[in-house]
T-cell receptor, first 115, second 113 residues
Framework: GAGVSQSPRYKVTKRGQDVALRCDPI?????LYWYRQALGQGPEFLTY????????KSGLPNDRFSAERPEGSISTLTIQRTEQRDSAMYRC?????????????FGNGTRLTVT | GNSVTQMEGPVTLSEEAFLTINCTYT??????LFWYVQYPGEGLQLLLK?????DKGSNKGFEATYRKETTSFHLEKGSVQVSDSAVYFC????????????FGTGTLLAVQP
């Protein structure tokens, strides 16, 4: 597609359920990033991949959060045993190269609400 | 630690007014600085960037100058349009071979005709 695609666009889940958020980056983009954005705040870094390798997961809040990109393209962010504090907009971004400064292209995000 | 502070919004202006959105940063070393824009219903888009002191980033009539002495990267535009209404995020990248960005909280700009 023309841009970064995220699905679902909205997700409402009950506390304690697991959720999987999908990101389809721009074709050919090497790097893929996950950010989380609380209401009224800027995005916060969660984790990123170069190709299929997870390079940095220092922003993941705890071990309920995990991410994978098994074939170096589509990525899934999984949150286990969701809690209300996990409610936020989850944004995926990709960039063409691993060179620092390559611009990030963001998707429209997945709005997660945990009830 | 590294951080970005933006002026709080919303900022409401009439069309053709002059715009300034303040951004200051705290960082060790020499970060790269960015402005991203989020139009309603869309993802964030890179608006402009500057990678070293005294660099000026510009795009679509917007400008920002990397001021190391004041640790600032204020966004300016001489004459705003209704179509500029959006949320603007200042961000820094603190070195290294990644696109790990630290974002400010965002400033909502509303331009009235």
């Amino acid at each position: 597609g023309a841009g970064v695609s995220q699905s679902p666009r909205y997700k409402v889940t009950k506390r304690g359920q697991d959720v999987a958020l999908r990101c389809d980056p721009i074709s050919g983009h090497v790097s893929l990033y996950w950010y989380r954005q609380a209401l009224g705040q800027g995005p916060e870094f969660l984790t990123y991949f170069n190709y299929e390798a997870q390079q940095d997961k220092s922003g993941l809040p705890n071990d309920r959060f995990s991410a994978e990109r098994p074939e170096g393209s589509i990525s899934t962010l999984t949150i286990q045993r969701t809690e209300q504090r996990d409610s936020a907009m989850y944004r995926c971004a990709s960039s063409l190269e691993t060179i620092p400064g390559s611009p990030l292209h963001f998707g429209n995000g997945t709005r997660l609400t945990v009830t | 630690g590294n951080s970005v502070t933006q002026m709080e919004g919303p900022v409401t202006l009439s069309e053709e007014a002059f715009l300034t959105i303040n951004c200051t940063y705290t960082a060790t070393g020499y970060p790269s600085l960015f402005w991203y824009v989020q139009y309603p219903g869309e993802g964030l888009q890179l608006l402009l960037k500057a990678t070293k002191a005294d660099d000026k980033g510009s795009n679509k009539g917007f400008e920002a100058t990397y001021r190391k002495e004041t640790t600032s990267f204020h966004l300016e535009k001489g004459s705003v349009q209704v179509s500029d209404s959006a949320v603007y995020f200042c961000a820094l990248k603190y070195g290294g071979a990644t696109n790990k960005l630290i974002f400010g909280t965002g400033t909502l700009l509303a331009v009235q005709p």
